[in-house]
């Protein structure tokens, strides 16, 4: 079996494997998104508010 044919078979079954995955719906995709918005936002909240912190203190007792 020549390269080509192995490339051909390849894209053949991935094209099969990808007709069974479960795709999530819209209303999943759009939900989804929004949860990792928000813990997104939430980690940057928390790691700001810690640098905060560390500066306030760097600054009084080191500086």
Request: charged fraction near 20%.
């Amino acid at each position: 079996m020549n390269i080509l044919n192995k490339i051909i078979s390849f894209l053949k079954e991935v094209r099969m494997e990808l007709k069974k995955v479960n795709w999530p719906t819209k209303q999943e995709t759009f939900r989804y998104t929004l949860i990792v918005m928000g813990i997104s936002v939430a980690v940057a909240i928390f790691l700001g508010g810690i640098d905060f912190v560390f500066t306030m203190l760097m600054n009084k007792f080191v500086l």
